[in-house]
């Protein structure tokens, strides 16, 4: 049986710490207070008292995941993973905040993807989607509808990197293409820069 002794407001937050004949037992905000049925001189049974320890460690695993939203989004997976390394079961958590609307993957990647459009190719962004945890089959649609149409991504990224300039010699052809390929560019995209259809400004896309 665990009786519990006292509750006092902890300092500098707004959870109250709660202990027992043996001590401080844990923390709880004043929603687990209330929900738990917490009171001083209340007596619960061993498995009543492993019920609210369950409760516990969900509301912090709750209160850990929206700490982690309120810097950034997250995918579902990426967000279980930050949980993960946090010493956090956030299983529960993560699940409850994509009920909430929370955490989004389609809303995560079409924001990631139109972020990063302009500046890197179709391979690389897709390989980062999955890196995050985005579903391959979500990914791909996604992408499809991003590039649906040819883009002047690569052709740009490549005038950036000349700063409008001709190559002087093969080995600059060389590392041009490389770095195209590093931006995760495939090579219709990279063909694309060649053409120069999207632009008529320098000359040098002409010479891959």
């Known amino acids: 049986m665990k009786k519990i002794t006292d509750i006092k407001e902890a300092e500098k937050s707004s959870r109250f710490n709660v202990f027992t004949e043996e001590g401080y037992a844990f923390s709880l905000s004043a929603k687990g207070i209330f929900e738990c049925e917490i009171a001083v001189g209340k ?16 509301e912090k695993a709750f209160s850990a995941a929206m700490r982690f939203l309120g810097y950034r989004d997250y995918s579902e997976k990426e967000l279980l993973r930050r949980l993960a390394r946090a010493g956090i079961d956030g299983t529960n958590a993560v699940e409850k905040l994509v009920g909430l609307g929370y955490v989004n993957d389609e809303r995560y990647a079409r924001e990631f993807i ?6 890197f190719g179709r391979v690389r962004i897709e390989n980062e989607l999955r890196r995050r945890g ?33 190559f002087s010699d093969m080995k600059e052809k060389n590392r041009a293409y490389a770095f195209l390929v590093r931006r995760g560019f495939g090579s219709e995209e990279i063909s694309a820069a060649r053409s120069s259809q999207f632009c008529s400004l320098p000359y040098f896309v002409y010479s891959f």
């Open 43 to 58: 007596v619960f049974s061993e498995a009543e008292f492993e019920n609210i320890l369950h409760y516990v460690e969900e």
């Open 114 to 119: 139109e972020k990063n459009f302009e500046k």
């Open 134 to 166: 985005i579903d391959r089959e979500l990914a791909a649609e996604l992408l499809d509808e991003a590039f649906s149409e040819p883009t002047s991504a690569a052709f740009d990224a490549l005038c950036k990197k000349q700063k409008m300039q001709a």
